[in-house]
C-alpha cells in the first residue's frame, strides 16, 4: 500500500460520521441511565434523612454519615444472612459445577449410550415444569423442608448452564480424548485432567451463572425455610426494606422518621451492602465470560 493510499485510509477509519456522533450520544445517555440511580443508592445511604427528605435525587451529601450502615449491622440480622448465603455458595457451587461438567461431559460424546434420549428429558425440563408444589412435596418427603440443603439442591442444575457446556464440550478435537484412552486413561481422568483444564472460559461463564443465581435467590429460601436465623442475605434484605417501608410510610414528620428503627438510608446501605460482594467477584471472572458465552452458545 502506497504512502498516499495509507493516508487515506487513515484518515476514513479516524473520521466520525453522524451515526457514530449519535451512537456516542445514545451509548452515554445509557450509560448515565445506570450510574446515576446506583450513585444515587450510595449517596442517599450516606446521608441524613433530613437532606434526603430536603433532595430525594442526592449526588453527594452535604453531611456523609455512617449512622445507616452502622444501624444495620448492629442488627445482626444482615451478618446472619451473609453467613447463610456463604454457607449455600460454599456447598452448592461445587455441587453445581460438578453435576452440570459431568453431565455435559458425557453427552458431549457421540458414543454416549441413551445420549438423544437423556438430552431431550433435560431439554424438556426447559419448556415445562411440575411447578412449585410438586417440587415442595419431594423436599418435604425427603425431610429437607426447613434445612438449607433444600435451597442447595433446588438450584444446584440448570438445563440451560448444562446445554452451554455440552456445547462447548463438542468444540473441543476428538483426537485429545483418544489419545488419552490409548494411553490407559479413564473417563474421569479426561474430564479432570484434559477437558476441564481446556474449558476455562466456559467454566468461568458458568461459576458465574451459579454464584449470581445462589446469591440473589430468594424464592427458594421463603418456600422451603421457616426459620428467621436460617434465611439468605436477599431474604433477610427483603424483611428489611418492607421494615424500612412501613416505618417511613406510619411516621408522620421528618423527626418521627429519624428516630424510626429502619430509614431509607438504612434500606439504601442494605441495597449497597448485598451488591458489593458479586460487584468484586465479577470483574475476576470478565475475560473470561464473553468467550465462554460466544463458544458454548454456538453448536460446533
Known amino acids: 500500500m502506497s504512502t498516499k493510499a495509507a493516508k487515506r ?8 460520521t453522524f451515526l457514530d456522533y449519535f451512537l456516542l450520544v445514545l451509548l452515554t445517555v445509557l450509560s448515565l441511565m445506570i450510574i446515576i440511580p446506583f450513585w444515587n443508592v450510595i449517596m442517599i445511604s450516606f446521608a ?9 435525587m442526592l449526588m453527594w451529601p452535604k453531611h456523609p454519615t455512617l449512622d445507616a450502615y452502622r444501624a444495620l449491622f448492629q442488627d445482626g440480622r444482615l451478618l446472619g444472612g451473609f453467613l447463610n448465603t456463604f454457607k449455600i455458595l460454599l456447598v ?3 455441587l453445581s459445577l460438578f453435576l452440570t461438567s459431568t453431565m455435559a461431559y458425557g453427552l458431549s460424546r457421540n458414543k454416549f449410550p441413551g445420549k438423544k434420549g437423556i438430552f431431550f428429558i433435560v431439554l424438556f425440563t426447559m419448556i415445562f415444569n411440575g411447578g412449585i408444589v410438586p417440587l415442595y412435596l419431594v423436599m418435604k418427603s425427603l425431610n429437607l423442608t426447613g434445612s438449607l440443603w433444600s435451597v442447595i439442591l433446588v438450584g444446584s442444575f440448570s438445563a440451560f448452564n448444562m446445554i452451554l457446556m455440552m456445547n462447548y464440550f463438542q468444540g473441543l478435537p476428538e483426537s485429545l480424548m483418544e489419545s488419552a484412552r490409548l494411553d490407559g486413561a479413564g473417563e474421569w481422568k479426561i474430564l479432570f485432567s484434559i477437558v476441564l483444564p481446556l474449558a476455562a472460559p466456559i467454566m468461568a461463564t458458568i ?9 440473589n435467590g430468594w424464592y427458594d429460601a421463603m418456600i422451603f425455610l421457616r426459620k428467621a436465623e436460617q434465611l439468605p442475605l436477599q431474604n433477610v434484605l427483603r424483611t428489611i426494606i418492607v ?5 417511613v410510610s406510619n411516621a408522620a414528620s421528618v423527626d418521627a422518621l429519624a428516630k424510626s428503627g429502619f430509614s431509607t438510608g438504612m434500606k439504601m446501605a442494605s441495597v449497597f451492602v448485598s451488591m458489593l460482594p458479586i460487584m468484586c467477584f465479577f470483574p475476576m471472572l470478565q475475560k473470561h465470560f464473553a468467550k465462554g458465552v460466544l463458544t458454548g452458545a454456538i453448536k460446533t
Open 9 to 16: 485510509h487513515k484518515f476514513r477509519v479516524g473520521k466520525m
Open 48 to 56: 441524613t434523612q433530613k437532606e434526603y427528605a430536603d433532595n430525594p
Open 92 to 94: 452448592g457451587l461445587p
Open 207 to 215: 461459576t458465574l451463572f451459579y454464584g449470581v443465581a445462589f446469591w
Open 243 to 247: 421494615e424500612s417501608t412501613t416505618n
